[in-house]
């Protein structure tokens, strides 16, 4: 993840929602920016309350299917990504990376596109070649929900306190190669798991490609560059295409071990009932790493899905101690972390109709 905290955001962003709370939550309506701790559990035998998105029917009697998410398979997958070591955009690294992913999703009976793009950054002399990887299940349904990460790693460890190991091998462990890993093991699960939606996995490249973030008059590199290409090619394509996107979630920095995920405040304000879903779902779960309380703002990828009316929340821990750090190995990751958010996940994307 690029930017961790507090800067505002950009009156180009239009605020949009997914039209109502998940018919088994117990919604509050507090003010703007005030976000109490919810009172009571969710109870999935209260009647449903019809939404635009995420309804029930009150004779649904269809129960949740356990996934079995395999938390030590999910690490190998994890693994297996960091020993090809840093995977920054159009390097070798990131090739080795791609053509494994592929192969992986291709397997298992994803239908896998290559949104191949040319971007120049500011700090670069040439343009570079970007890929956003689109892994579609039920490519046959137009209504879809995207669950998304960044997988292209930082080219310097930043945070570190001496600027001399900076450019030493940096493998991003929990900073996208963790959402990866757990879409990489999610994928085991799809074809057989019952939602109402089309699923796509998005896999956003240039979110870290970053040399330079201090240039004097505003000319620092820009992040995001996957996930707002992949936004601006939405709405350009918004005439031709047959699908439509009614909700997102973005994976980013979830994944250590005792991980704290609050809401992010872009979130709260730009897709506010679609956060009462997945929050209330992981009361409902007993999911303890989900507190619905009040977290940071944050510049991420899903602001550009935003802006282009996809509503997506961040789940993310604000709090991770490794961040752009050589530290940020794969030892950080937790297996039962990545279990538990996929409990939440799966059970959302069963219930959603």
């Known amino acids: 993840m690029s930017q961790m905290f507090g800067w505002a955001l950009g009156a180009t962003l239009v605020a949009v929602g997914v039209g109502g709370p998940f018919w088994w939550l117990t919604r509050s309506e507090p003010e703007k ?4 701790v919810l009172e009571n559990s969710p109870d999935p035998n209260d009647p449903p309350k019809k939404t635009e998105f995420g309804t029930g029917s009150a004779d649904d009697k269809d129960k949740v299917a356990e996934v079995k998410f395999d938390a030590e398979r999910s690490l190998k997958y994890l693994k ?32 896998v596109t290559r949104q191949e ?15 956003n990887l689109i892994i579609s299940w039920h490519p046959d349904k137009a209504k879809r929900v995207l669950l998304c990460t960044h997988y292209d790693t930082r080219p310097m460890a930043d945070q570190e306190a001496n600027p001399k190991n900076w450019n030493k091998p940096f493998v991003s462990a929990n900073d996208g190669t963790s959402g990866v890993a757990f879409l990489m093991e999610l994928g085991n699960h799809m074809k057989d798991l019952k939602c109402e939606y089309g699923v796509d996995f998005i896999l956003f490249d240039g979110e870290e490609f970053v040399f330079e973030t201090d240039r004097l008059g505003g000319n620092a590199d820009r992040y995001f560059i996957g996930s707002e290409y992949f936004a601006d090619d939405y709405k350009k394509t918004k005439d031709k295409r047959k699908h439509k996107y009614e909700a997102g979630i973005l994976f980013d920095l979830f994944g250590g071990k005792d991980a704290a995920l609050k809401v992010e405040l872009h ?33 991420d990828d899903h602001l550009a ?12 821990d604000f709090d991770y ?22 409990k939440v996940i799966t059970t959302w994307l069963q219930k959603i109709k």
Not at 90 to 111: D, R, V, W
Not at 122 to 128: D, E, F, G, M, V
């Open 321 to 342: 101690p490794h961040w752009h750090k050589l530290t940020d190995t794969a030892d950080k990751v937790s297996g039962d972390q990545l279990a538990e958010v996929s």
């Open 267 to 299: 979130s709260w304000d730009l897709a506010r009932p679609l956060v009462d879903q997945i929050w209330g779902v992981a009361k409902a779960v007993g999911a303890k790493s989900f507190k619905y309380e009040r977290g940071h703002e944050v510049q």
């Open 117 to 131: 793009f040319k971007a120049k950054q500011r700090s670069q002399k040439n343009q570079t070649d970007f890929v």
């Open 33 to 36: 920016g005030q976000l109490p």
């Open 80 to 111: 297996q990504l960091c020993d090809i070591g840093p995977r920054i955009s159009a390097t070798e690294g990131m090739k080795k990376q791609q053509e494994l992913i592929e192969a992986h999703f291709k397997k298992l009976g994803a239908t």
């Open 305 to 316: 899905l935003n802006a282009v009316g996809i509503p997506t929340v961040d789940v993310i």
